[in-house]
């Protein structure tokens, strides 16, 4: 009987221990800061993608904070950012808050296949992110620019095997906190790696967005192949279209990237991208060459960048501010810290 007790004990002892060990896993802090300087050649703000807007300025990035908490088999993240690229540059805030939220959303794994999540994501769509750690370059592609950043909802995903997993959800509109015209997006999302080093992600999202008169239906290619311990290639195509002839988009963007060192690495993005033209208006399409070297000490990482565009109609502006031009060049430099 004292050999049981003692046994009994023991066990309890070890499970009292093992949930005291999981509900105190530590919280896990990440994050980033960035900052940027750029001339643009015709002295203006020219290239119309994403966050390095400011012209020939020592500008702000963001300050990027995420957290991220397991407790048995659940999960947190929370993420925010303060500064242009993280607040206005990715979504407009409502209310005049100081801040934006990246991401706020709980998961739960049901079994090792099974996990379902809920709330506020970064999108699932594309090659590119807001956060600039996540990126080679600093710039960032017509594709990035014209899809969704985030989308709110709920999705399941199952994992069939290492090599092939599934994901479905019902979102909101694109880029908001709350969707003014119900839950009106399904998507869904399949991963596949053939070969180690090699993932493709195959993603589809569809729905009714406020203020356009039709359905817009986005499908997109996602895969990168670490060919070898230095090379690394990547590609990014997708096409939206809306119904009733209300425009839309389609692209291509191709990655390739070689490391010399582990601290330093340079890589090219050459991208095409098309507007379709709404109600009978023409297409208009640019191609865009970006150069970017990555310089590493620590987590600190400068970017060193050119970028070249050509346009199939005047979309930029010459140097007298007058005169458009089809052609546009810009020079940058740039340092992310991750933390």
Known sequence: MKLKAILSLAFLSTVTASFAQEADAPLQISGSADAYYKYDFSKHANIPTSFASDQNSVSLGMID??????????????????????????????GGESFHIQNLYASYAFTDEFTLTAGFMGTFIGYEVIAPTGNFNYSTSYLFTSGPFQNAGIKGQYKFSDKVSLMVGLFNDWNVYSDFNGVSHVGGQLTVTPVE?????????????????????IFDLTTAYQITEKFKLGLNAAD????????????????????????????????????????????????????????????????????????SEEMFWK??????????AQFSLAFVYAF
């Open 240 to 311: 939206y279209s809306i119904t009733n002839d209300g425009g839309g988009y389609t692209g291509a963007a191709l990655y390739p990237q070689y490391a010399f060192t582990p601290a330093v690495a340079l890589g090219l993005r050459g991208e095409y991208f098309q507007w379709k033209g709404a109600d009978g208006a023409d297409d208009e399409k640019v191609a865009a060459v970006t150069l970017s070297g990555n310089i590493k000490a620590g987590g600190l990482t400068f970017i060193p960048e050119v970028r070249f565009d050509n346009a």
């Open 197 to 217: 080093g090699w993932t493709a992600y195959l993603n589809a999202l569809t729905g009714k967005s406020v203020g356009v008169a039709g359905t817009g239906t």
């Open 319 to 328: 140097e007298n501010g007058v005169d458009m031009t089809k052609k546009a």
């Open 65 to 94: 904070l995420a957290l991220k908490k397991t407790t048995g088999k659940a999960s947190f993240v929370g993420e925010i950012s303060f500064g242009p690229r993280g607040q206005g540059q990715s979504i407009l805030p409502e």
